[in-house]
């Protein structure tokens, strides 16, 4: 879904000199984790940033889906470089559980260090069953890095039929984001320690693994 002309315009011309901007994608983040990106209104998130102009969002951001864009491309560019490094450490035929961890460790790393991590996947785990919003489409992930990302783990996974690959894919994305919202709200929650926040992550590698690897049973094969 591309930006709309008012946002490419804010996003382009309304670049930050107060630490304004930075204060409502803030605010926007917190809030739209809990709540969603549909609810939350820009008066709201206003308000939550420390702003009396209702007109701030508007101006910096030009429309919902700008202000979107801003919040996820917070975080884009670090997990961006982060898994181009783990792309790069690869040999040149990785094994699929390889594969998976560079699709996974750089978002965890986001989740338990990066300040607004965890809402950061709280909102894409809204966005993955969002009905108009595609993840992909609205700055959660560099299309550069995201095609080579793709292309080595289909081509670490056993062979498919296309229609059944895709299936898992977006079973994969899901995983992904769900699994890691649930971790943000156990972290909030103080009921993750070092060794357990590992363990998730090494367990949801070998959860995203599993059914990539999985051979079809007889009916899905026939469906497929």
């Not at 709540?35 to 308000?47: C, M, N, Q, Y």
């Not at 700008?66 to 450490?89: M, N, Q, S, W, Y």
């Not at 995203?208 to 026939?222: E, Q």
């Amino acid at each position: 879904m591309p930006l709309s002309h008012d946002a490419e315009s804010a996003l382009k011309y309304h670049q930050p000199v107060d630490g304004t901007r930075e204060k409502l994608i803030r605010a926007a983040e917190r809030l739209m984790a809990e709540r969603g990106v549909d609810t939350v209104t820009f008066a709201e998130i206003t308000k939550a940033a420390g702003q009396r102009n209702n007109s701030a969002v508007p101006y910096y951001f030009g429309d919902r889906l700008g202000l979107i864009c801003a919040v996820l491309e917070k975080h884009t560019e670090p997990i961006a470089v982060h898994r181009a490094g783990l792309l790069d450490a690869l040999g040149p035929e990785p094994g699929l559980r390889a594969a998976v961890v560079a699709l996974v460790e750089p978002v965890a790393h986001r989740v338990q260090h990066a300040e607004g991590g965890d809402d950061y996947v709280r909102i894409l785990a809204h966005l993955v069953s969002h009905p108009d919003l595609d993840p992909a489409e609205v700055g959660a992930g560099s299309p550069p890095v995201n095609r080579r990302m793709n292309r080595v783990l289909v081509a670490a996974v056993p062979p498919l039929p296309r229609t059944l690959l895709t299936l898992r894919l977006d079973l994969v994305v899901s995983l992904l984001f769900h699994g890691l919202a649930g971790q943000a709200r156990m972290l909030a929650a103080g009921h993750v320690g070092a060794r357990r926040k590992q363990l998730f992550v090494e367990n949801l590698v070998d959860a995203i693994a599993a059914p990539l690897a999985a051979t079809p049973s007889p009916v899905t094969a026939r469906m497929a």
